[in-house]
């Protein structure tokens, strides 16, 4: 099982943490994202988890656009929606959390 979840904002973000921690309750074995973008991105900046941020991916163009940095223990894709599209071409179950 593979699964995307989509956190656009804060809100977004706290439902897709506990999302990807409940799945892995029920699923061990499942591959977990979460992609982070628009109002997401300064909330997890804000608000590091270290349960979950080992499966965030950042948007960079968020990143750019509002002159933030990631830190080294959370990675990057260079735009959330080409990542959330190609993704989804490659079988992952895309949720918007």
Known sequence: MRVLL???TADALKRARSNARNL???QPDAEILIVVNADGVPAALESPDPETDSVLR?????LVARNLDAPGSIKTVPAAVETLAQ???EGWAYIRA
């Open 6 to 8: 989509h956190a656009p």
């Open 24 to 26: 892995r309750v029920r």
């Open 58 to 62: 950042l948007c960079a163009n968020t």
């Open 87 to 89: 993704m989804q071409i």
